[in-house]
């Protein structure tokens, strides 16, 4: 999960929904980490539909205009390595072994497929053992460490 790469430290994480719409709606620690350049961060391509379902709540709670909105889409995008949806379906039926709630399976299978660990504040996904989840928290206590 923590990679040598000449000279510097790369941390692969998958990163969920909630944390993805917490760099959206606020100048935050989370979005500094975000864009971390130690952080390599995955998603399952799912992640922009959710997005997209819940775009006017974001659009409600952010301090921003639609055109800055838009742009950090963009750049949070653009920071994201999105996993294709088809290419996490060998690892649903172990991803489904370790949680019931649907909606979290395309994460862990991510999670598994990029051998990373899960960045989110999910207390059922953080339930399960096989895959390590950190909270913002953690990842900044891991961060400053390196």
Same mark, same amino acid.
């Given at each position: 999960?923590?990679?040598?790469?000449?000279?510097?430290?790369?941390?692969?994480?998958?990163?969920?929904?909630?944390?993805?719409?917490?760099?959206?709606?606020?100048?935050?620690?989370?979005?500094?980490?975000?864009?971390?350049? +130690? @952080?390599?961060?995955?998603?399952?391509?799912?992640? !922009? =539909?959710?997005? %997209?379902?819940? &775009? #006017?709540?974001?659009?409600? $709670?952010? +301090? @921003?205009?639609?055109?800055?909105?838009?742009?950090? !889409? =963009?750049?949070? %995008?653009?920071? &994201? #390595?999105?996993?294709?949806? $088809?290419?996490?379906?060998?690892?649903?039926?172990?991803?489904?072994?370790?949680?019931?709630?649907?909606?979290?399976?395309?994460?862990?299978?991510?999670?598994?497929?990029?051998?990373?660990?899960?960045?989110?504040?999910?207390?059922?996904?953080?339930?399960?053992?096989?895959?390590?989840?950190?909270?913002?928290?953690?990842?900044?206590?891991?961060?400053?460490?390196?």
């Amino acid at each position: 999960m923590l990679q040598n790469t000449q000279r510097h430290y790369s941390m692969k994480v998958t990163v969920d929904a909630n944390i993805l719409f917490a760099c959206l709606i606020k100048d935050s620690t989370t979005r500094k980490l975000f864009f971390n350049p +130690a @952080l390599s961060l995955f998603a399952p391509e799912f992640i !922009v =539909e959710e997005f %997209l379902h819940h &775009l #006017v709540e974001i659009r409600k $709670k952010s +301090a @921003l205009c639609d055109e800055e909105l838009y742009r950090l !889409v =963009e750049k949070i %995008l653009d920071q &994201l #390595v999105l996993v294709p949806d $088809k290419d996490l379906k060998p690892f649903l039926p172990a991803a489904a072994s370790l949680v019931d709630d649907s909606k979290d399976w395309l994460y862990l299978s991510c999670a598994l497929r990029e051998d990373t660990i899960i960045w989110s504040h999910d207390t059922d996904l953080g339930a399960q053992k096989r895959i390590r989840v950190i909270s913002t928290k953690e990842l900044i206590g891991i961060m400053g460490s390196l």
